[in-house]
């Protein structure tokens, strides 16, 4: 079976903490876009490495940059834009 890193896997509780976020801090960047878990039939969050990928990527670009979060909605636009084009 290939790795497909797409592929919804992670429950909130493990995607929280395998990016080292609190769960609440996930809802919030749903809610601000910076993240489009996929759900379930009965709505549950389901996570993909993938999404975990960019969840490290945030936490970087917050923590370690001081970037707040209008900053971190600018520059994945951006990155995703460049993938989009390549």
């Known amino acids: 079976m290939r790795n497909d890193k797409n592929r919804p ?3 909130i509780g493990i995607a929280a903490e395998l990016a080292g ?3 609440q801090t996930l809802r919030i960047y749903e809610r601000k876009r910076l993240v489009e878990p996929k759900r379930t039939g009965g709505n549950t969050r389901l996570y993909s490495e ?3 990928e ?3 990527l945030i936490q970087s ?3 370690d940059e001081g970037i707040n ?3 971190v909605v600018r520059i994945l636009e951006l990155e995703d834009e460049r993938m989009r084009l390549t």
């Open 21 to 23: 976020v609190h769960p």
């Open 61 to 63: 670009l917050t923590q």
């Open 54 to 56: 960019r969840l490290r």
């Open 9 to 11: 896997l992670f429950m």
């Open 69 to 71: 979060l209008a900053g």
């Open 50 to 52: 993938n999404d975990i």
